[in-house]
């Protein structure tokens, strides 16, 4: 970077110095005395041409013949009048025409005995002229005349040859009546034929140069627009490099506008020449608050570009008479008001250490710089030449060097930012793998600070300062105004502190219902992310170190890493909330099966209707062990997986034990039940899950059936496939339900129960594995359809 800004100056240096270098200075020669420019010690071979400036005859209002200067009546008018200059108000006998009318003037000039061939360069008088030398005819520009209507200006550079002989005489005939301003008011220069028509190239190239460097500029930037729209500070750029392109072809040497476009209207360059200065006022100081940005400058700034709105929309409105006149409040203005206050703005952002600041500040020290020396010499204070198009040059060199750096720092952010990127992912797996939200916000919290050292130490011009690090989280517990800050001791331990929430508007200097996007306060960044489970999650950290988008996209990754692990969490433990609940649903669902079977036999042991007492203490026996399998069932629920007890069992002794125990269960209900057995053979099953499993669709069917229902069982074989089918005629549910029927907590359309009982029937299947299908139509019942294989 220091060979880069040693690089930069140098280049301005040597710019200027080669710009001064095509124009002699003149000082080792003499200037014009009463009319008359002694050069005939002078030898040209050094190759300097010399500006016939000083005290040239001067006849106001006075087309003077070359021969007729010895006549006594053009004696009396002869004045002397200061070459280069403008015709002043006392010429002029309408006050509201100062700078219009036409005049004469005369330069004899002393060159003695020469061998080399000699020419005159006259650049742009901004108006019309003929130019004689020994009375001939060398030169002429627009069309002379004595009124408006007449004349006619026009902008062009002109090379003429001189006559050659030891004594030359130029008279020179200048007429204006369109610009403000009438007069010679660029040096007349002399010089060998060979040096002026280098001169002439050296400048015409200079000027192609800074045009194409401006049009470069303006191009690159409007595509770098196109390609990162949020960046309006290249479009800003872009415009103001267009201005200078235009500036560029409208002054200077050679004017390059007039040249391209031959025959164009005098006036359009002309106003072109003022618009390109003052629009590019307004604009150059908005790209610099892009990348300088002060409250000041976006409050009161837009009232400090009025003025160069207004003339602006005099020069595009109004005649040449009255838009020149905003040239000197303009040139006023600028000095006094808007450079050194923009001067202050720019100091501000440099100690503040903005990213590129030093280049961008240098450039406009020179802009500003040269910016004076055409108004000193546009007012006339000092001579010399004018420096604008460099300053620009300047500016957007400075401009280069901070987008070179800007790139730079960009690739070495995103190496940086592939590494914490590579580090975000791995500290988000062990983030999304915690337990709890404590040692979540551990994790996180280890992150920052670890990132945090990096940014300890900053050095801002040569100092070094040493920033606070501590780094806060801020956690809302749901439902309530508690909120948990965690942060690390400088111990290196976790601590949790519960904070109300005033008490965290207070800390954090913000309403947290007010955060939407990370916001720096109080040189402290604040990041919140909210989810839509209310859950609030703030961090509270240095903002050094994070003031570009790859950083703060870095914080925001670890933020949302937290907030979707406090989410996991927060599901887990809602999901194992659930899985207790329905743990005790499916034990109160299955309990109420052996109980109601032995609450039976206990009432028909009482009465002692239909079996032997014997017969009932047996049923009852089996219902006590039914229950003995439930508690294995629950242990097998507590691990997600049932263990079955696996025997080979006759098909028809097994399921007609079953089907007399149901019929002592319906005994209780009015329903009827109806079973048969078509398969013979054994088949292998656990015994007391397929008996749990009969049982649960059997009470299903009791509490969705009326009391005129009928539950039927069959039991069919066909091959190595057993078919149990279970059959009623009740409700039944809908088409779309059928998908649901199977998951737990699907709500039936019995008056009681949960419907966790067809989940528990599902699972015992697909432990045998076997298979469930199921057919039902609204109003019409439902069937089951199990295949277990034998």
Not at 443 to 451: F, Q, R, V, Y
Not at 719 to 744: A, C, P, T, W
Not at 748 to 757: E, N, V
Not at 758 to 765: D, G
Request: proline share 3%; net charge neutral.
């Amino acid at each position: 970077m220091r060979f880069g800004k040693i690089t930069f100056f140098a280049l301005l240096i040597s710019s200027f110095f080669s710009y001064c270098d095509l124009v002699g200075s003149g000082s080792e020669h003499s200037s014009a005395k009463n009319g008359t420019l002694d050069l005939s010690k002078h030898s040209f071979e050094d190759g300097k041409i010399v500006p016939l400036d000083g005290e040239w005859e001067f006849y106001w209002e006075e087309w003077i013949s070359p021969n007729d200067f010895s006549d006594p009546k053009f004696k009396s008018k002869k004045k002397f009048v200061t070459v280069p200059s403008v015709w002043k108000e006392s010429f002029s006998k309408d006050p509201e025409a100062v700078g219009h009318g036409y005049a004469t003037y005369r330069l004899k000039v002393k060159l003695g005995k020469r061998k080399q061939a000699l020419a005159l360069k006259i650049p742009d008088q901004g108006t019309a002229y003929i130019l004689y030398a020994n009375g001939k005819k060398i030169a002429s520009v627009g069309s002379l005349g004595k009124s408006e209507s007449e004349s006619k200006a026009k902008y062009e550079l002109k090379i003429s040859l001189v006559p050659d002989s030891e004594n030359l005489e130029l008279v020179f005939y200048v007429s204006n009546f369109q610009n403000r301003w009438g007069g010679v008011w660029n040096s007349i220069q002399l010089g060998e034929l060979e040096s002026v028509l280098k001169d002439v190239r050296k400048r015409r190239d200079l000027e192609w140069a800074l045009v194409l460097i401006a049009a470069t500029m303006s191009f690159y930037n409007v595509f770098f627009y196109f390609f990162r729209r949020n960046e309006s500070a290249h479009l800003l750029f872009a415009f103001h490099a267009f201005l200078i392109m235009v500036r560029s072809l409208t002054i200077g040497d050679s004017r390059l506008a007039y040249e391209l476009l031959q025959g164009i209207s005098w006036e359009l360059p002309n106003r072109l020449e003022y618009i390109s200065v003052y629009i590019s006022g307004p604009t150059l100081y908005a790209f610099l608050y892009r990348y300088c940005k002060t409250d000041f400058w976006r409050r009161f700034g837009r009232y400090f570009v009025i003025p160069y709105y207004l003339a602006s929309f005099i020069v595009l409105f109004f005649p040449n008479a009255y838009y020149t006149l905003t040239l000197l409040p303009v040139a006023l203005y600028l000095p006094l008001v808007t450079m050194p206050v923009w001067l202050v703005l720019l100091a501000v952002g440099l100690k503040r250490g903005i990213e590129g600041g030093l280049s961008l500040f240098s450039g406009y020290v020179v802009i500003s710089l040269c910016t004076l020396n055409d108004i000193g010499l546009f007012l006339g204070l000092w001579n010399g030449i004018y420096l604008i198009q460099y300053g620009e040059v300047a500016l957007i060199l400075g401009y280069s060097i901070l987008i070179s750096k800007i790139f730079s720092e960009a690739f070495r952010r995103s190496d940086t930012l592939g590494t914490k990127m590579k580090s975000l992912v791995l500290s988000t797996r062990e983030i999304m793998q915690s337990y709890s939200y404590d040692k979540a916000a551990d994790t996180a919290l280890k992150m920052l600070h670890e990132n945090g050292k990096e940014q300890t130490i900053i050095s801002n011009n040569g100092r070094t300062i040493a920033v606070e690090q501590t780094v806060y989280v801020y956690l809302e517990e749901p439902n309530s105004s508690i909120w948990k800050r965690y942060c690390i001791s400088s111990l290196g331990d976790l601590e949790t502190v519960e904070v109300y929430k005033y008490d965290v508007q207070d800390l954090i200097g913000l309403d947290p219902s007010s955060l939407t996007g990370p916001i720096i306060k109080n040189d402290r960044l604040v990041v919140s992310v909210q989810d839509e489970q209310l859950y609030k999650l703030i961090f509270d950290l240095p903002s050094e170190g994070y003031s570009d988008d790859s950083q703060m996209d870095w914080v925001r990754g670890v933020a949302d890493a937290l907030a979707f692990s406090v989410r996991n969490i927060a599901r887990q433990d809602r999901e194992k909330l659930a899985i207790i609940g329905e743990l005790s649903a499916e034990i109160v669902h299955d309990l109420g099966h052996p109980i109601a079977m032995i609450r039976q036999n206990l009432k028909n042991l009482r009465s002692k209707k239909g079996t032997s007492k014997t017969n009932l203490l047996f049923q009852a026996e089996k219902e006590v062990d039914a229950l003995t399998n439930l508690t294995l069932d629950i242990l097998d629920f507590s691990k997600n997986r049932i263990i079955l007890d696996l025997q080979t069992l006759e098909i028809k002794a097994y399921f007609k034990e079953i089907f007399e125990d149901l019929e002592t269960f319906f005994q209780s209900t009015k329903m009827k039940l109806a079973f048969k057995i078509n398969a013979k053979g054994s088949i292998r099953l656990d015994p007391l899950r397929i008996r749990r499993l009969i049982f649960n669709l059997a009470k299903n069917a009791a509490e969705a059936t009326d009391e005129k229902g009928i539950f039927s069982i069959r039991i069919e074989r066909e091959e190595d496939i057993v078919y149990l089918i279970f059959e009623d005629n009740g409700q039944g549910f809908s088409k779309d339900m059928e998908r649901y029927i199977f998951d737990s907590g699907f709500g039936s359309k019995k008056p009681y129960g949960t419907g966790l009982g067809l989940s528990i029937i599902r699972k015992i299947v697909f432990a045998h594995g076997g298979e469930i299908l199921v057919s039902s139509e609204e109003g019409k019942g439902t069937r089951f359809t199990i295949l277990l294989r034998s």
